[in-house]
Nanobody, 126 residues
Framework: QVQLVESGGGLVQAGGSLRLSCAAS????????MGWFRQAPGKEREFVAG????????YYTDSVKGRFTISRGSAKNTVYLQMNSLKPEDTAVYYC???????????????????WGQGTQVTVSS
C-alpha cells in the first residue's frame, strides 16, 4: 500500500507560479513511477506529467510543456510539480498517483496508476 498526500495548491494570478508536493508513505518509493493528473469541473481527469522511478525519464502533456517541471526529491519520498506561467485554464484539482514499475504501463493513462492522493486545488485568476 502507498499513501500519497499532496500539498502546495492555492490561488495565484495568471503568470504566477506554484510548486506542488506529493509525499509518499512507501518505504519502496523507488519502485514506483509517479504521475500528476488534474481534473477541472465538469471534465475528465487528465494526465499532466509523469516521471520514472529513477527520475531519468519525464513525460508531459502538450499544454504544459515548457511551463511545468516534474521531479523527484533526492532524499525524501516526494515528487514535485513546479508550475510556472500559470494560465486560468490550469485551474483544477491536481492529483498525485503511483504506478508500480513491475508492470509496463502507459504513463498517460489514468488506469495505469494503482494509488492516488486526495488532490489539491489550484486556482488561477485572470
Amino acid at each position: 500500500q502507498v499513501q500519497l498526500v499532496e500539498s502546495g495548491g492555492g490561488l495565484v494570478q495568471a503568470g504566477g507560479s506554484l510548486r506542488l508536493s506529493c509525499a509518499a508513505s512507501a518505504r519502496t518509493f523507488r519502485n514506483y513511477n509517479m504521475g500528476w493528473f488534474r481534473q477541472a469541473p465538469g471534465k475528465e481527469r487528465e494526465f499532466v506529467a509523469g516521471i520514472s522511478s529513477n527520475g531519468g525519464s519525464t513525460y508531459y502533456t502538450d499544454s504544459v510543456k515548457g511551463r511545468f517541471t516534474i521531479s523527484r526529491g533526492s532524499a525524501k519520498n516526494t515528487v514535485y510539480l513546479q508550475m510556472n506561467s500559470l494560465k486560468p485554464e490550469d485551474t483544477a484539482v491536481y492529483y498525485c498517483a503511483a504506478m508500480p514499475i513491475a508492470y509496463v504501463r502507459d504513463y498517460y493513462d489514468r488506469t495505469s496508476y494503482d494509488y492516488w492522493g486526495q488532490g489539491t486545488q489550484v486556482t488561477v485568476s485572470s
